[in-house]
């Protein structure tokens, strides 16, 4: 493959939020929220005099500054800063991107899209959108594989038909069923119903027809402390679900 066209801005939103383990409600859990999702207390929302609340970004970043608004003040254990800071580090540069081999998926798969996935114990969990399948044709709204396959260097077995087991014997099946809506809508227009987003172009390949799509980051695979990350992308006119080796800094595995 010859990777051409390769937005290390993308690149590094993608990196960035597959390796921080939470998003936007992950936030708002640490601004306040509990674990199960309830708003805090009126107490817990502000101080005396509408001030911040105590553990928000904001007021932790100035309690980690010095009397002098200068370096991050020590913690009470001692040598380790406290967690929030006012910015986030910045991303090292790319100096190697390359080929990485393919995901070897269920044989009866012809196509995922898009492919985020976490490790649990020992093994890889990926949960999919749409996926089409084989011999014969079939469609799916969403699916899910399992793996113990944790060394991506010559590509990744994901072979299982389900995220819970590694069990490879039949077809993947649908996690989330469709809606009533839904089956109507596919029956009155006579199309599958899948769940689509609006395509974002991170990268480009050679020779190919149609504009690989779907790339993620998976960091249950990275190694040299995050300096080697791998990124799947879903390519179109193979349908495989292929593997890019990011590495940053001094290149190597």
């Not at 113990?148 to 077995?157: E, P, R």
């Not at 029956?187 to 027809?209: C, D, I, R, Y």
């Not at 190694?223 to 590495?247: A, C, K, M, N, W």
Request: glycine fraction near 12%; aromatic fraction near 6%.
């Amino acid at each position: 493959m010859n990777l051409r066209h390769l937005s290390a801005a993308g690149v590094a939103a993608v990196v960035l939020l597959a390796g921080s383990g939470c998003g936007p409600q992950g936030q708002n859990q640490t601004q306040g929220r509990s674990q199960t999702g309830t708003a805090p207390s009126a107490g817990a929302g502000a101080g005396a005099g509408g001030a911040a609340p105590s553990n928000s970004p904001s007021s932790t970043a100035a309690a980690s500054r010095g009397a002098s608004g200068g370096a991050p003040a020590k913690s009470a254990a001692g040598n380790a800063p406290p967690p929030f800071f006012a910015a986030v580090p910045a991303v090292p540069e790319v100096s190697e991107a390359v080929a990485a081999g393919a995901v070897r998926q269920q044989q009866r798969v012809a196509g995922r899209d898009n492919g985020q996935s976490t490790r649990h114990g020992d093994r890889s969990v990926w949960i999919f959108d749409d996926t089409t399948l084989k011999e014969p044709w079939g469609f799916l709204s969403n699916s899910g594989a399992a793996t113990k396959d944790l060394d991506a260097g010559d590509g990744i077995d994901l072979t299982s038909n389900n995220p819970v087991t590694v069990d490879a014997s039949k077809a993947p099946v649908e996690l989330i069923p469709r809606s009533a809506a839904e089956k109507a809508y596919e029956q009155a227009n006579k199309v599958p119903f899948g769940l689509w987003s609006k395509p974002v172009k991170a990268m480009a390949t050679a020779g190919g027809k149609a504009t690989d799509y779907a790339l993620f980051g998976h960091p249950e695979y990275a190694r040299r402390d995050g300096l080697v990350q791998y990124l799947s992308y879903f390519h179109p006119d193979s349908g495989e679900r292929r593997l890019i080796r990011l590495t940053f800094g001094p290149a190597g595995t």
